[in-house]
């Protein structure tokens, strides 16, 4: 349900990515194995994506999963990876039915074959609708996405003085897409993380210590109303 506040605001963005951050502090705080702080994270995520497309909003990047996080412990690597291709097995059809979009971020070689086959069946499906687009980032790192986005104009032969910002950017695994407007990261830590790093040149930060299984509708409405107050310049005055 959109509410009075919400109506009031003049100004939304067009694209939002979100740093889901504080789902093992969640479960941790409730006595729980982390791996339910990130089924809550993911039941949550549910709810944020079908207030923002009441809202029109026309574009959202999810942090799913990055480079990094390759790195943690093996069980919770297996066990995220695992409950992220239950969930789009389980949510895409009613994305599709609602007219969602979904793009991937990132790399596929590395991912699980059963979340490897999820994310492309969810993709074919979803393809044609011009709804709201989601982006999901599994295996994804900015940092990467750039080296890649390099190597592929390198391998084209492409002279280097027709290399501009418009031309990198449809090497980007967000090719087609528009640059990110706003970026909240919910879990109290102030850093990007290795997200969108070329997208979000110019976007405006939304930082809350809210833990991402709890950042409901109320949550979303304050970085909404926080980013319709700012001014955006674009290097200008």
């Known amino acids: 349900m959109v509410t009075k506040v919400m109506r009031e605001i003049t100004r939304l963005p067009s694209h939002i990515a979100f740093i889901m951050d504080g789902n093992g502090r969640w479960a941790q705080q409730r006595g729980l194995p982390r791996l339910e702080g990130h089924r809550a994270g993911i039941e949550n995520t549910h709810s944020v994506i079908s207030y923002l497309d009441k809202l029109h909003i026309k574009y959202v990047a999810l942090y799913s999963f990055s480079t990094e996080n390759w790195n943690r412990p ?58 709201m687009t989601l982006s999901l980032a599994f295996d994804y790192g900015g940092q990467l996405e750039i080296l890649d986005a390099v190597r592929n104009i390198i391998a084209k032969g492409i002279p280097p003085q027709e290399v501009d910002e418009k031309l990198f950017s449809n090497y980007l695994y967000t090719a087609g897409l528009p640059d990110v407007d706003l970026v909240i990261r919910t879990g109290g830590e102030l850093r990007l993380s290795n997200f969108l790093l070329w997208q979000s040149a110019y976007s405006e930060y939304y930082f809350t210590e809210v833990l991402w299984p709890d950042f409901n509708t109320k949550e979303v409405e304050k970085a909404l109303i926080a980013y319709s107050q700012r001014r955006r310049r674009f290097g200008g005055l």
């Open 74 to 131: 093996q069980e919770e690597v297996s066990g995220l990876l695992a409950i992220l291709g239950e969930s789009i097995e389980k949510e895409t059809l009613e994305l599709h039915k609602n007219n969602v979009k979904l793009r991937h971020l990132g790399r596929l070689e590395r991912l699980p074959k059963q979340l490897k086959q999820a994310i492309n069946w969810a993709l074919k499906l979803t393809k044609n609708n011009d709804g």
